[in-house]
C-alpha cells in the first residue's frame, strides 16, 4: 500500500486558505479525496472531491470524481454567514493506450448549480470531450481535442446609469453611442437578468502537431476554435493559431526560432456592443549554450491588433516591437538577467480621437539568483523594474490599468526547505508597487508531507 498526503495553509491580506489531500494506492486502486477552505472576511468558500481510480494494467485507467463547491458570504454589518450557492459535478474518465501509439482518452459527465440568494443563477449543463494523441519514432506527432457543453444561461441586459458627474466608470461618445471606460466619467455599467434563460452551447476544437526534419529543422503547429450558440443566434467565436519553425533545435552553439502567433475573437452576448478583436505576434529568437560562463537568448517580438465594432468602425489599432536580451552568467553565478525596450503605437478613434496616434515607450531591467544551502535549502531572489513614459500627457483608462507611467517594481523571495525525508517547507514574499497606486505585499506559507 503507497500513501500519499498533503496540507498547506496561506493567508494573503485578509484571505486564509486550507488545503489539503489524501490519496492512498490499494493494489489497482487509486481512492482519493481532497479538500478546500477559503475563509475572507465577507465570504466563504468550501470545496470537497473525493474520486476512485482503477488502473489494472498498463494502457487502461478508469476514474469516478465528484465534487461539490458551497459558498457563503454576508455583509458588512457582522451578520451570521448565509449560503450562497451550491454546485455538484459528476465526472469520469476513461483512457486507453492502443497500439501504434495512439492514445484515446473520453470524458463525460453532469454539473448542476443551485442559488440561495439573489444574482445567483441556476443552472444544469452536460459536458464531454474526446481527445486521441499519436507519435511515432520518425518524428511525426499530433493531438485532436474535441469538446462540448451543453448548458442553460441566464439572458443578461447591459445597462449604464447615470451617476454624478466625475464619479461613473464610463463616459459615452455622442456621435457613435459607444461608452467607454473612463474614470471620471457620468455613467456606471450594470448587468441585470431578463429574466430568460438561454439553451446554449459550447463547442471547441484543439489541434496540435509536429515533425522533425533530420537534425536540423522542427515544424510546430497549433490551432483552437471555439464558439458558444444561443437559441438564435452566436454569442462568442473565437479562432487562434500558432506556429514555429526551429532551426538547429539539438544544437548548443546557436539555435534560431521563427514564430507566429494569430488571435481573433468576437462577442456580441451584450447586444448594445457587439466587437471583434484581431492580434498577430510575430517574434525572432536566437539561444545560444556554447559557453559555460555565459548563455542566454535574444529575442525580437512585433506585435499587432485592431479591434473593430461588429459593423466595421475602428475601435483601436495597435502596432510596435520589443526586444529582449536575457543572458545566464555562470561560473558559479547563476544570475539571470533581463533587459528589454520597446514601443507601442496606439489610436483609438472611436473613444479618443482627439489623442490621434500616441506611443509608449517601455524599458524593462530585472536580476535573478538562486542559493542552495547544504542541498536541503534553495533560496530564490527576482526583482524586476519597469520604466514607462508616453507621448500624451493621460493615457486612455484601459491603457493606464495595465501599462502606467513611470516606475513600476517588483521584488519577490521564496524559500524551499526539506524537513527530513517526508515533511517540506514552502515560502513565498512578493513585494509590488506601482506609480499609481500603493504597494502591495503577499505572504504564502505551505507544509507539505510526502510518504
Do not use: C
Amino acid at each position: 500500500m503507497v500513501f500519499f498526503a498533503d496540507y498547506t495553509v496561506e493567508r494573503v491580506a485578509r484571505l486564509t486558505r486550507h488545503a489539503g489531500g489524501l490519496q492512498p494506492r490499494i493494489g489497482s486502486f487509486y481512492p482519493a479525496v481532497r479538500a478546500r477552505f477559503d475563509d475572507d472576511t465577507l465570504s466563504r468558500r468550501f470545496e470537497a472531491a473525493p474520486e476512485i481510480g482503477w488502473k489494472p494494467r498498463d494502457g487502461f485507467e478508469l476514474r469516478l470524481n465528484w465534487q461539490q463547491v458551497r459558498e457563503a458570504a454576508r455583509d458588512s454589518g457582522g451578520q451570521p454567514f448565509s449560503d450562497q450557492s451550491r454546485l455538484n459535478t459528476w465526472r469520469g474518465d476513461w483512457r486507453m493506450a492502443t497500439i501504434r501509439n495512439l492514445d484515446v482518452q473520453a470524458i463525460a459527465g453532469y454539473q448542476q448549480r443551485r442559488g440561495f440568494s439573489i444574482g445567483v443563477t441556476d443552472f444544469n449543463q452536460l459536458f464531454g470531450s474526446l481527445v486521441s494523441s499519436y507519435s511515432n519514432p520518425a518524428g511525426v506527432r499530433f493531438r485532436v481535442n474535441l469538446d462540448q457543453k451543453y448548458k442553460q444561461e441566464a439572458a443578461k441586459q447591459e445597462l449604464y446609469v447615470p451617476a454624478d458627474s466625475g464619479k461613473g466608470a464610463y463616459s459615452r461618445n455622442p456621435e457613435t453611442g459607444e461608452y467607454y471606460p473612463d474614470t471620471l466619467g457620468r455613467y456606471n455599467r450594470v448587468l441585470v437578468n431578463s429574466g430568460r434563460t438561454i439553451p446554449a452551447r459550447q463547442t471547441s476544437a484543439d489541434l496540435s502537431g509536429g515533425m522533425l526534419f533530420g537534425q536540423w529543422l522542427t515544424l510546430n503547429l497549433a490551432g483552437r476554435v471555439e464558439q458558444e450558440a444561443g437559441d438564435t443566434a452566436t454569442l462568442t467565436d473565437n479562432w487562434s493559431g500558432t506556429g514555429s519553425l526551429e532551426l538547429l533545435p539539438n544544437s548548443r552553439e546557436l539555435t534560431v526560432m521563427l514564430s507566429d502567433d494569430v488571435n481573433s475573437s468576437f462577442d456580441q452576448r451584450f447586444a448594445s456592443q457587439p466587437e471583434r478583436d484581431f492580434r498577430n505576434q510575430a517574434s525572432l529568437e536566437l539561444r545560444t549554450g556554447a559557453s559555460s560562463y555565459i548563455t542566454g537568448k535574444v529575442r525580437l517580438e512585433l506585435p499587432q491588433r485592431r479591434r473593430t465594432t461588429d459593423n466595421g468602425i475602428l475601435k483601436q489599432s495597435e502596432s510596435g516591437w520589443q526586444g529582449w536580451v536575457l543572458p545566464v552568467i555562470g561560473a558559479g553565478l547563476d544570475v539571470e538577467l533581463t533587459g528589454g525596450y520597446g514601443e507601442r503605437v496606439i489610436s483609438m478613434p472611436l473613444s479618443y480621437p482627439n489623442l490621434g496616434e500616441f506611443t509608449i515607450r517601455v524599458l524593462t531591467l530585472g536580476l535573478k539568483r538562486r542559493f542552495e544551502f547544504r542541498s536541503k535549502t534553495a533560496l530564490t531572489a527576482e526583482a524586476r523594474a519597469d520604466r514607462r513614459n508616453s507621448t500624451v500627457r493621460r493615457l486612455p483608462y484601459e491603457i493606464a490599468l495595465t501599462d502606467p507611467t513611470g516606475w513600476s517594481e517588483e521584488l519577490s523571495l521564496s524559500l524551499d526547505r526539506a524537513l527530513g525525508s517526508i515533511l517540506v517547507l514552502t515560502g513565498n514574499y512578493t513585494f509590488r508597487k506601482r506609480p499609481d497606486r500603493a504597494a502591495e505585499q503577499n505572504i504564502a506559507v505551505s507544509l507539505k508531507a510526502y510518504f
